[in-house]
């Protein structure tokens, strides 16, 4: 059952990545690519930790794809959000080096033996700068009139997810809500920008 949700997770993120990689706008490109790599290595870690390949996968790799997930693509999603909601406009090369920034705190942490604690900061930071997010996207729909039952619906199941993951960490549930947020959150990307104009609040800096 875990292995038949992995591979509809690890399916689902692949398409996502690419929904949002095609995307074609004037502003904010970078962020939404970056995005879309932070869904395909959760895709990656889903699919080398589904249980039923673990005859044929090595555990290096499975634990591999579980911290990029956890420790990398997770943060990386938080800050597309920020940059987002705040307009910065980071440069592919600035994801670049945030990317190789958190590969190594994760490595220095581990070796100095706190990689859990670590883990557990990463997740909470990450929360509290997803929900800071939210609250800016639910502030700019209020100030646009936008419906704001649609954004509570759906930003209230990121909130969810986001509490389960901090819950299930070091479980085997973890990366199956991690996955799931970073599915929800790309997914909202998505069909924020098929819907609202470049002038929107979201993508223009206050």
């Given at each position: ?11 689902s ?78 440069q ?40 800071y ?21 759906v ?25 799931l ?26």
């Amino acid at each position: 059952m875990l292995s038949c949700l992995y591979l509809l997770l690890a399916a689902s993120l692949i398409a996502a990545g690419v929904l949002l990689w095609r995307l074609r706008l004037s502003v904010s490109q970078d962020a939404r690519k970056t995005a879309a790599f932070c869904l395909w290595l959760g895709a990656y870690a889903c699919t080398v930790n589904m249980p039923i390949l673990s005859s044929v996968i090595e555990p290096e790799v499975a634990i591999l794809g579980t911290n990029l997930n956890l420790y990398v693509s997770f943060p990386m999603m938080a800050l597309v959000m920020l940059d987002l909601t705040h307009g910065w406009q980071w440069q592919r090369a600035t994801w670049g080096r945030i990317f190789l920034a958190l590969a190594a705190m994760f490595e220095l942490m581990r070796r100095a033996e706190a990689g859990t604690d670590y883990g557990q900061f990463v997740l909470t930071a990450c929360t509290f700068a997803l929900l800071y997010a939210i609250f800016r996207i639910i502030k700019n729909a209020r100030s646009t009139d936008q419906a704001l039952s649609k954004y509570c619906i759906v930003l209230g199941f990121y909130f969810g997810l986001m509490i389960a993951s901090l819950w299930s960490f070091n479980t085997s549930l973890a990366l199956l809500w991690n996955g799931l947020t970073l599915l929800t959150f790309g997914g909202y990307l998505y069909f924020s920008a098929s819907t609202i104009a470049l002038a929107s609040p979201l993508l223009s800096p206050k």
